[in-house]
């Protein structure tokens, strides 16, 4: 199987963090990151590595469209709308790791094969990445009527793009909460906690449901659980559920593989890991469907 092209637009803790996650890829190929400081951490360490580096942010891709098939945007909610425009012209295939939901939302963990056909498809954000799994799980089994998330991450994690985007994060995974997990009613919270040392992501979901079986929930749980380990190996829970009345509260950790940044920051592990196993999915999709137009 052919590798397929990728470019990383933004070179922040986002884009830098996914360069060394796609390095690994067996189906995809890191040509390019491109930024608009030439002087950023990540551009100089993926010209250390050999890549083609650009300064001058989306007109480097219109200058150079044969970069990449598939371009991930890691820069920010308000600039992916202007990026998001330029990539359909260019026809390209966006991994949306910005809160701009434009496109359809994707969580691997639940509906890794759908959208398959569409050019743009958004990751929601860290805390949706986290807690939308869990939300789908116990709804599964249970029809969640109301879900709440709190997502706590350390400030020495969130970098220019993640505090640009906090007004999105709310509103977008609240979305996701509804949308992808499946609840009558969402709320996200997001606190970026100062404290020394720094402490790993850490989630809490509180679930009102209509029916409440414990052992069914708890398995479907623990069943989703290992279905986000595949890919993000640091996503655990912290203790075992807690159930009263008809309430469900889940207590997450996410922590990092300390391929960029260090382990603590697992709202960026989570969010790089879930973006490379989607292009996967699409690089071996748009490999199977050039092999079926060979021998037409």
């Not at 890691?74 to 990539?87: F, Q, R």
């Not at 623990?222 to 889940?250: A, C, S």
């Amino acid at each position: 199987m052919s590798k397929i092209k990728a470019a990383i637009l933004g070179s922040g803790n986002i884009g830098t963090d996914l360069m060394y996650k796609l390095e690994r890829s067996d189906c995809l190929e890191l040509t390019a990151m491109i930024g608009i400081d030439p002087d950023s951490d990540g551009l100089k360490r993926a010209k250390e590595k050999g890549y083609l580096v650009f300064s001058n942010g989306i007109k480097d891709l219109i200058a150079h469209p044969d970069l990449a098939e598939i371009v991930f945007d890691a820069t920010s909610a308000k600039t992916h709308v202007k990026h998001a425009e330029i990539l359909e012209g260019l026809g390209k295939l966006v991994i949306d790791l910005t809160p701009a939901a434009i496109g359809p939302f994707v969580c691997p963990a639940i509906q890794l094969d759908s959208n398959m056909d569409i050019r743009n498809v958004n990751l929601i954000t860290c805390g949706g990445q986290a807690t939308i799994p869990i939300v789908h799980a116990v709804n599964r089994v249970a029809d969640v009527t109301y879900a709440e998330i709190v997502a706590t991450i350390s400030s020495k994690s969130a970098g220019p793009g993640t505090r640009a985007n906090i007004d999105e994060f709310t509103i977008t995974t609240k979305r996701g909460i509804e949308e992808v997990g499946g609840a009558e009613q969402g709320k996200a919270i997001i606190i970026l906690n100062p404290a020394e040392p720094a402490i790993l992501m850490r989630d809490t979901i509180y679930c009102e449901v209509k029916n409440l079986d414990k052992e069914v929930i708890l398995k479907s749980i623990y069943d989703m659980v290992e279905t986000v380990k595949q890919y993000v190996p640091g996503y655990r829970l912290k203790r075992d559920p807690i159930f009263e009345d008809n309430q469900v509260t889940v207590f997450l950790e996410v922590e990092g593989a300390g391929d960029y940044f260090p382990v603590y920051a697992g709202n960026l592990d989570i969010m790089t890991a879930a973006a490379v196993r989607v292009a996967e999915n699409f690089a071996h999709h748009l490999n199977r469907r050039k092999n079926v137009n060979q021998f037409r």
